[in-house]
Antibody
Framework: EVQLVESGGGLVKPGGSLRLSCAAS????????MVWVRQAPGKGLEWVST????????YYAESVKGRFTISRDNAKNSLYLQMNSLRAEDTAVYYC??????WGQGTLVTVSS | QLVVTQPPTASASLGASVKLTCTLS???????ISWHQQQPQKGPRFLMK???????NKGDGIPDRFSGSSSGAERYLTISSLQSEDEADYFC????????FGGGTKLTVL
């Protein structure tokens, strides 16, 4: 069974940056597309970004395009999300997921002055 | 543009069954969806992938009490023998530009 553990969340000022990480274990990480999904306080789930197995294809939600960068290191079984130019509306719990079929517990990102 | 719609709330009694609905917008009735459960203060949990013909593949460890079915643009999640731990938010999600999620249904077990 896949286990995913996110880290790197925290409090950041508007315009600041954060890098989220997702460590995978219990499965063959390199065989799966990976995604980031976020959930603003009291709201539903919002897809953020997808990266295919070999990083050959990358997709972003319009709301984060040009500000966020997804990447992965298959040798380290790790997924990343570099978030720049953060806005208050980026405040959310960020989840990594293995092709939407295995989820982490999330890491909270709060953007506030 | 594909829109996924879920009623915001549902309720059923302990031990009873409940059928949750996810509706795909016009022209998208052949799309598969996935159902996810989110218990309070927890991350989502994948329940199943549900095809337009009603066939479905459940996630690891998902009890037989959870089943899926389809009719036209409607996708259903049926939970039988409701237990207290089934009280949760249930989200459907499909694959299209922007990977749309439904707004979720909050299930209350009475």
């Amino acid at each position: 069974e896949v286990q995913l553990v996110e880290s790197g969340g925290g409090l950041v000022k508007p315009g600041g940056s954060l890098r989220l990480s997702c460590a995978a274990s219990g499965s063959t990480f390199r065989n799966y597309d990976m995604v980031w999904v976020r959930q603003a306080p009291g709201k539903g789930l919002e897809w953020v970004s997808t990266i295919t197995r070999s990083s050959s294809h990358i997709y972003y939600a319009e709301s984060v395009k040009g500000r966020f960068t997804i990447s992965r290191d298959n040798a380290k079984n790790s997924l990343y999300l570099q978030m720049n130019s953060l806005r208050a509306e980026d405040t959310a719990v960020y989840y990594c997921a293995r092709n939407f079929e295995g989820w982490g517990q999330g890491t909270l990102v709060t953007v506030s002055s | 543009q594909l829109v996924v719609t879920q009623p915001p709330t549902a309720s059923a009694s302990l031990g009873a069954s409940v059928k949750l609905t996810c509706t795909l917008s016009s022209g998208h009735s052949t799309y598969a969806i996935s159902w996810h459960q989110q218990q309070p203060q927890k991350g989502p949990r994948f329940l199943m992938k549900l095809n337009s013909d009603g066939s479905h593949n459940k996630g690891d460890g998902i009890p037989d009490r959870f089943s899926g079915s389809s009719s036209g643009a409607e996708r259903y999640l049926t939970i039988s023998s409701l237990q207290s731990e089934d009280e949760a938010d249930y989200f459907c999600q499909t694959w299209d530009t922007g990977i749309p999620f439904g707004g979720g249904t909050k299930l209350t077990v009475l």
